[in-house]
Nanobody, 123 residues
Framework: VQVVESGGGLVQAGGSLRLSCAASGRDTESITAMGWYRQALGKQRELVAGISSGGSTDYVDSVKGRFTISRDNAQNLVYLQMNSLKPEDTAVYFC?????????????????WGQGTPVTVSS
């Protein structure tokens, strides 16, 4: 499985961006949860939003009410709609796919990360 993010860019405070993450390759049918993480300069990477294979979502408190994660399982896509952006949302945003491969030998769990897409919010 590979994941590729797109949609980042420069936006003014109060604006909106929509990030996309496309999964492809072998074993995409084994993807379970997917999530968006971000890493600001000098800070640790943090979970922004996650979505399970069944559509359950979770958000970090700082983005609740502003960001929405959604998923198209048929197309292996996950989106992050970001509204009312703030300068503190500036970061590189990464997509992660959790993959569980079941064989007769047992289960193998993998985390697949994309390369990231930068988001810059100007004040």
């Amino acid at each position: 499985v590979q994941v590729v993010e797109s949609g980042g860019g420069l936006v003014q405070a109060g604006g909106s961006l929509r990030l996309s993450c496309a999964a492809s390759g072998r074993d995409t049918e084994s993807i379970t949860a997917m999530g968006w993480y971000r890493q600001a300069l000098g800070k640790q990477r943090e979970l922004v939003a996650g979505i399970s294979s069944g559509g359950s979502t979770d958000y970090v408190d700082s983005v609740k009410g502003r960001f929405t994660i959604s998923r198209d399982n048929a197309q292996n896509l996950v989106y992050l709609q970001m509204n009312s952006l703030k300068p503190e949302d500036t970061a590189v945003y990464f997509c992660k796919a959790d993959v569980t491969i079941v064989t007769i030998e047992g289960k193998t769990k993998l985390e697949v990360w994309g390369q990231g897409t930068p988001v810059t919010v100007s004040s």
